[in-house]
């Protein structure tokens, strides 16, 4: 045990003699995390562990709290003018950039032109939107070219929302990922301790004045409490567990699931769940190429989905999982629905393999994208690969790590050129649970996320739910809406189950944001 010990130990580069500098554990964080950063640009990509690298350096104008109501962040507020067609925000007084230069009006429109050239929520708002501008240090304006109901809501979303980054940084094209990470938010990256698929440092910002109100899931105070956040990158979790168990690490971001019950029974370990509405599964095909350009190939990936067995080999305890889903904007929220759903409740293979041979497949090789050091992501691709065998698909599957999957699934090469077929990926909290803002759904063709689901049919009832305000209205809309994604399928949900984090019992103030956090966070 002391050898095994030792052994965790170096692989997190703890304090051996000739190994690594003590750092004062009282004011380290140590977590360990889900993927390793090699993309730091929030724009660029939508990957979970750059979503959560953005929000310890950036911060964003308006932030939803736990009622998911959108508040001021970095805005000290709005008014909206010229019956709804004007915008007026104004920023908060004393915010500084970490180089020490003065957050301005123009830096948040240039941020904000970038990210909604990109992001689902951002390009409907840029759809409406004639024009953003500086009217002076502290203050611009959104003009629309029609009344939208949903602009601070959007500007508010927890999912890559719109960082406010410096104007010269925001200038850089959407589609190249930026080379430079300062931002204006509690903590500071500090790059030459960066060293990918190992370790990510960041440092308490002295600077960052949090709002006054208390943290309220994103919205609130941001108070930097600890000095020094350390990311450790672990691919195996069970010696990530060992670290836990033996007190090496504070903070075990997304433990495997059949690992929740023995933790509990350890008194030094706390199991917290911070996100209500928990996490959806989905296998997301590439729309670009046969046979899964033609939504009979995907209707016929629904039939091969049981999503009790998914839950079963990802999840494994009950009590963190839905036998069946059937909405794509999550059950449980107020846009839960299963309309459309009801052929799909149970697999049938007979009318899978009928579907594929009317797309025209003819066992022609279909690439699946492998994450190996994912745990849960791994076992639902391997479910996902033996429901295509048993239907008669020629499967090749590629084996990769996460990061190296984040970087391919952005290539639009056909399949035998680099690309792929299929993989599996996850989302969750408010910006899933609403169709304008479910970055997955959005299905825009090119504007899409990879796997470029193109609906404009689709699209267009989305457009029609933003538009309505009233929720009574919009219901009928959202049914019509979930009735035509279950026949055009810009994917497959595979189940919704919860994913609560592992932190040592010293670890307090931790802040339930749907997503882990850092400010606030302390250890006693």
């Known amino acids: 045990m002391k050898r095994f010990i030792l052994m965790v130990a170096l692989l997190l580069g703890l304090a051996v003699p000739g190994i690594a500098i003590a750092q004062d554990r009282a ?62 925000i104004k ?15 123009a830096d948040a429109v240039a941020s904000l032109r970038r990210w909604m050239a990109r992001d689902a929520m951002g390009q409907r708002l840029g759809s409406v939107t004639s024009a953003i501008e500086a009217t002076d240090e502290r203050t611009f304006e959104i003009r629309l070219r029609e009344r939208w109901g949903l602009v601070i809501e959007t500007l508010a979303k927890a999912s890559t929302p719109a960082f406010i980054m410096p104007e010269r940084i925001a200038m850089t094209p ?75 690490i504070d903070y075990y971001e997304a433990p495997p699931l059949d690992f929740i019950a023995s933790m509990e029974r350890n008194r030094n370990i706390r199991i917290v769940s911070i996100d209500t509405l928990g996490t959806q599964g989905l296998i997301r095909p590439n729309h670009l190429f046969p046979p899964f350009n033609d939504p009979r190939a995907r209707q016929a990936l629904a039939h091969l989905v049981r999503q009790e067995d998914y839950m079963r080999v ?15 904007f999550q059950c449980g929220s107020g846009n839960d629905t299963a309309v459309g759903s009801e052929a799909f409740m149970r697999p049938n293979i007979d ?7 009317e797309a025209g497949y003819n066992g022609e090789r279909i690439v699946v994208m492998q994450p190996t050091d994912r745990a849960q992501y791994n076992a639902a691709t391997m479910v996902l690969v033996q429901s295509l065998r048993r239907a008669g698909v020629n499967v090749d599957v590629q ?51 990879p796997g470029w689901a193109c609906d404009m049919e689709l699209d267009a009832m989305v457009a029609d739910w933003a538009r309505e305000s009233d929720p009574a209205a919009r219901r009928p809309i959202l049914e019509r809406i979930h009735r035509r994604a279950w026949e055009s399928l810009p994917y497959i949900p595979y189940g919704q189950y919860t994913q609560p984090i592992a932190v040592r019992a010293n670890v307090q103030g931790i802040v339930a944001a749907g997503m882990p956090v850092y400010w606030n966070i302390e250890k006693r």
């Open 27 to 88: 004011t380290t964080l140590r977590v360990v995390v889900h993927a390793n950063l090699q993309i730091l640009d929030p724009v660029w990509t939508t990957a979970f562990i750059t979503n959560r690298h953005a929000y310890l350096i950036y911060d964003t104008l308006y932030a939803m709290n736990s009622r998911f109501e959108p508040l001021p962040q970095m805005a000290e507020g709005h008014e909206v003018l010229e019956n709804g067609l004007v915008y007026r």
């Open 174 to 248: 959407p589609n190249t990922q930026v080379t430079e990470t300062i931002g204006s938010g509690p903590f500071i990256f500090v790059r030459d301790e960066w060293r990918p698929g190992n370790r990510v440092v960041y440092r308490r910002n002295p600077d960052y004045v949090p709002r006054a109100e208390p943290a309220d899931y994103m919205s609130g105070g941001k108070r930097p409490l600890m000095e020094r956040i350390e990311w450790l990158y672990i691919p195996d979790q069970n010696t990530a567990l060992a670290a836990l168990n033996a007190g090496e």
């Open 91 to 105: 920023l908060r007084e004393g915010l500084r950039f970490h180089d020490g230069s003065p957050v301005r009006a």
């Open 399 to 449: 084996a990769m790590d996460w990061s190296t999957l984040l970087s391919r699934r952005a290539s639009r090469n056909p399949p035998e050129q680099g690309g792929y077929h299929l993989f599996i990926t996850t989302h969750g909290g408010p910006d899933t649970a609403a169709p304008v803002s479910n970055i997955w759904f959005n299905s825009r063709c090119e504007r899409a996320n």
């Open 351 to 357: 009318r899978a393999r009928e579907l594929l041979r």
């Open 314 to 328: 990802v999840v494994g305890n009950p009590r963190l999982y839905q036998n069946f889903c059937g909405a794509f």
